[in-house]
């Protein structure tokens, strides 16, 4: 653009076309590998994977003694159970749970006897025992691209054997303080002589914004000075703030030198105060000419250095407001405590749907996972379901309203597809929850999602979801659409050591299984197999014990806890198990007509038919792509 002397541009269009034309001239982010633990506040640059499980090892979870819960069915207050030196171990919080206990019972619930053990209440399998793979899974997505890195985060990555990660660079600020009259700020200003305390102000800022600010010594009003300082900045830092001299004044040689030694975007923009701002470059740098006026050069380093440090730190301004939400399900809270639950926030329609995250002292996660704070007062039992709540916000606001909520069954690709919507568009966010496909067409019903992911077995005709959604909207308002087909088996411990040839096969004597939540796709299809191979699931150890994620089926299997669970390939394929296959499933993205044509919902859809998306998938494996995002019927 030629350079004009002291134009006008509108506020708005010179805060768009500045950094438009900058990255047309080659700016963009620079990334770093740092340590975890120095990583703090900093933005990932791409996404982060769990390197290993948390807890890794069956932990026991209270003080107390571990048993086999089978020894202890039966107590009661009437009928109590004795347990005698070599029928339990006593344990303390975080000890291994020695083989072969399956349960720990508190200390506070034991009388003891001598050397034995009065229990008045039987034990529950698995009760107080943090399971491998209970908060991280190995190969789990931590953290999608372009997320800023909380302390909860921090203890996320370590916990999940993260010790490096990639992050936007600080970008290095350049401050050229200029004037005759300007002098350092220690030292006693004499009359015509101004202290130079904008660089500080600046410095400020910049640091609270995530960036390095360097300042340089004051130079003179010289022209030739100031170019070879502006050259020597440019050649060292990432931005350069030159202070002051922007304006039309006899020694104002800001412009000319900008323009001599770059391009100058404009000279001038229509705001007050800041008006003589200049907008420029030096090669992909910009370089910004910041008025004298310390309110004036504040205005303008709000208005146009933080939106370009933000990009170039991929960061977004943090703010903290409290705000109110319905809650999605009802929370119990005993009288004694003032209890802070962690929840996830979406925009549904004309409402904020709070759904509460796991509680659990142990799960880091959660608070990793959190958009706000839902505060219950002390002498209050909880809330219901529906309740309008006050929630302090962990996010932006502005996240809130871009934000695809997506409830029901479990897949990895959700994480993929989550991670794509946000590199493609940083101020677009996909949440999901993991309640089955069951839980997510009930939330669909209730207004609580934009999306939920599906594969519901129709035993009747073999087909997926279709009698499902006609069964649960009779009035419609519902689309199908096709997402993958993915390959469901039975997933084993490396090697097959029990020699599962079918699924028959998991009735054998001494085979432990572990299953999905009630209510899920791959729960009810477990249920289906059992009934057409003749399998008494009664018979089948451990068909009660649950996890709500394939990855942490597969967890359990490689920790050694379990032989065998259904679910995906690729989540066989991510521990190194061995894998039966039984079925390719149909896996569907049900929308309701309300999200249907959001702007939200058509970025999603494009990036569930892109080559980025087929190809993560292709990775992952065992994964069929044929037409995702083809609306397969419509209620």
Sequence with gaps: MAFTYLTNLPLEKARQEYPAWLSAHGLAPRTEVIPVQAACRRVTAKAVYAQCCAPHYPACAMDGIAVQAGATFGASETTPVRLFRGQYTVVDTGDLLPEPCDAVIMAEELLWEGDSV?????????????????????????????TPITPAALGAMLAGGVFEVEVFAKPVVGILPTGDEVVPPTQPPQPGQVPEFNSAIFSALLEEWG??????????????????????????????????????????????AIGSVGEVFCHGVAMQPGKPVILGRRGDRPVIGVPGYPVSGILVLEQFVQPLVALLTGSAQAEAP????????????????????????????????????????????????????????????????????????LRPPSELTHTLVAVGSHD???????????????????????????????????GEAHLAGCHLLDETDGHYNASFL?????????????????????????????????????????????????????????DYLCRTDGVDSTAVQGYEREAFTHTAVAAQIASGTA?????????????????????????????????????????????????????????????????????????
């Design 118 to 146: 009065l229990l008045h209440a039987a034990a529950i399998p698995w009760q107080h025992v943090r399971q491998v793979g209970e908060d991280i899974c190995a190969g789990e997505m931590l953290l999608p691209s372009r």
């Design 322 to 393: 409290v705000v109110t939400a319905t809650l999605a399900r009802g929370v119990v809270s005993g009288l004694k405590h003032r209890e802070f639950v962690r929840v996830r926030l979406g925009t549904v329609g004309e409402r904020l749907i709070a759904a509460p995250l796991a509680r659990g002292s142990g799960m880091v996660t959660s608070f990793l996972k959190a958009d706000g704070l839902l505060e219950i007062p002390q002498e209050t039992e909880g809330y219901s379901a529906g309740a309008q709540v006050p929630v302090r916000l």
């Design 211 to 256: 960036a390095l600010p360097q300042v340089y010594p004051i130079i003179k009003d010289n022209q030739d000075r100031i170019k070879a300082a502006l050259v020597q900045a440019a050649s060292q830092c990432d931005m350069v703030l030159l202070n002051a001299g922007s304006s039309a004044g006899r020694e104002d040689f800001s412009a000319g």
């Design 470 to 526: 006609k069964r649960y909207f009779p009035k419609g308002g519902i689309y199908q659409v096709e997402c993958v087909g993915r390959l469901q088996g039975l997933m084993l411990a490396a090697g097959n050591p029990k020699g599962l040839r079918k699924f028959a096969d998991l009735a054998q004597p001494g085979l432990r299984y572990i299953n999905r939540q009630k209510g899920s796709g791959t729960r009810i299809l477990a």
């Design 563 to 635: 032989d065998a669970g259904l679910g995906i390939f690729s989540a066989a394929e991510l521990y190194g198990l061995d894998f039966l296959p039984i079925c390719v499933e149909q896996y569907d993205l049900l929308v309701p007509a309300s999200a249907w044509n959001t702007p939200l919902l058509r970025a999603l859809l494009d990036c569930l038919k892109s080559g980025a998306f087929r190809a993560r998938l292709l990775a992952l494996g065992g994964y069929t792509v044929e037409q995702p995002g083809r609306v397969r019927m419509q209620l």
């Design 412 to 446: 990895p690709l959700l994480d993929e597809l989550a991670d794509l919507l946000h590199t493609a568009h940083p101020d677009c966010f996909l949440r999901s929850s993991h309640v089955g496909s069951m839980g997510g067409i009930m939330a669909l019903r209730r």
